[in-house]
T-cell receptor, first 115, second 111 residues
């Protein structure tokens, strides 16, 4: 149980365009979802925390107007990278947890390449 | 100084050897300690979870937490080539709170 999916698994977009990444909890209700970014050979860096029905809480240094997060239901959160630039190219991973749970269940990640 | 320090490796061991991994941290508020395994281009998967100080064993994996020293360890016995991956320690101050990750240690188990 506790499966999290992400779509797409990889995406290539042109500089200046926007791209949306979906994160779904398939068999549980995710009251909290987290979005991470991971550069090659580096660890996961938390971008934001979102609770269903509330505005996301962004980590220091993350532009909330550039990385739009929506957590409209207990099974779906989306991350939209607006006006993407090559430096936004990275591996984006989401995780989800249920109410009171200590464990974060991670998705398989989405590789974004901006040309 | 990072909140969580982890040797990046790579750590290369022969098959069957014991793999020893560790992390140090500076935030005394951390109470939940986890170890994740991440294969290349995949999301992390939870291996071990420990609350507060103590030891925990699960199959070939043993996790140890020493809060007085702010030091945690993961041991993998009878290592297999399939254990080759990056191992990330993570910790938080409360259940459900955001995790702070170490930088990860790349492990290579040679047949």
């Amino acid at each position: 149980g506790a499966v999290v999916s992400q779509h797409p698994s990889w995406v290539i977009c042109k500089s200046g365009t926007s791209v949306k990444i979906e994160c779904r909890s398939l068999d549980f209700q995710a009251t909290t979802m987290f979005w991470y970014r991971q550069f090659p050979k580096q660890s996961l860096m938390l971008m934001a925390t979102s609770n269903e029905g509330s505005k996301a809480t962004y980590e220091q240094g993350v532009e909330k107007d550039k990385f739009l997060i929506n957590h409209a239901s207990l099974t779906l959160s989306t991350l939209t990278v607006t006006s993407a630039h090559p430096e936004d190219s990275s591996f984006y991973i989401c995780s989800a947890s249920h109410a009171g749970g200590y464990e974060q269940y991670f998705g398989p990640g989405t590789r974004l390449t901006v040309t | 100084q990072k909140e969580v320090e982890q040797d990046p490796g790579p750590l290369s061991v022969p098959e069957g050897a014991i793999v020893s991994l560790n992390c140090t941290y500076s935030n005394s508020a951390f109470q939940y300690f986890m170890w994740y395994r991440q294969y290349s281009r995949k999301g992390p998967e939870l291996l071990m979870y420990t609350y507060s100080s103590g030891n925990k064993e699960d199959g070939r994996f043993t996790a140890q937490v020493d809060k007085s020293s702010k030091y945690i360890s993961l041991f993998i016995r009878d290592s297999q080539p399939s254990d080759s991956a990056t191992y990330l320690c993570a910790m938080s101050g409360a259940a459900g709170n955001k995790l702070t990750f170490g930088g990860g240690t790349r492990v290579l188990v040679k047949p």
